[in-house]
């Protein structure tokens, strides 16, 4: 908690912040209470975990797969507890997006997967990128799907991430 502590001012400042389930939940929570009134706070929900009622009052937005969902509860149950929008993420059939708008469909970009490692924290870097960028929701999602997709072709997690000009490409065709 200390470098939470130590970067408060670059974390109240953020337009975007990503966190995920690796580092102790306290860790998340301080950073989401740190934030700042417009700053964008994203959960990757991952590892699957149960999530206390207090942090999930404060995401934003919240990036559960398939199976996270299902364990937190469900779409309806996440924004009863304040989550605004839940993006679940699904695979080879894209995404689906749930917020005050309703409920949508992000069609898939289709790839023939090498190796599914990584998927998910390139959809959820992509997202929050493009967030930060001023990217309309619609789009961000679109560019998500399109590194998610792009990141399963490629062994290993990190050096599958693809480059946003590699998502910006496949973006314009």
């Not at 970067?7 to 998340?28: G, K, M, T």
Request: net charge negative; charged share 15%; aromatic share 2%.
């Amino acid at each position: 908690n200390d470098d939470i502590e130590k970067h408060n001012s670059l974390i109240s400042s953020a337009r975007v912040l990503l966190c995920q389930l690796e580092v102790p939940l306290s860790v998340v929570q301080r950073a989401f209470e740190l934030a700042g009134v417009s700053t964008t706070r994203i959960l990757n929900p991952a590892p699957a975990q149960a999530l206390p009622h207090s942090l999930l009052g404060v995401v934003d937005i919240i990036t559960p797969n398939e199976h996270e969902v299902e364990l937190l509860g469900g779409v309806s149950k996440l924004q009863s507890l304040g989550v605004k929008t839940v993006i679940v993420t699904q695979g080879e059939k894209g995404a689906m997006l749930a917020d005050a708008g309703g409920v949508s469909q992000v069609d898939p970009f289709k790839v023939t997967p090498v190796d599914t490692t990584g998927a998910g924290d390139a959809f959820c870097g992509m997202l929050a990128a493009r967030l930060a960028k001023g990217s309309s929701m619609a789009n961000s999602l679109r560019a998500a799907v399109i590194a998610g997709a792009l990141a399963t072709q490629i062994d290993g997690a990190v050096p599958s991430i693809p480059l946003w000009s590699m998502v910006q490409t496949k973006l314009e065709s």
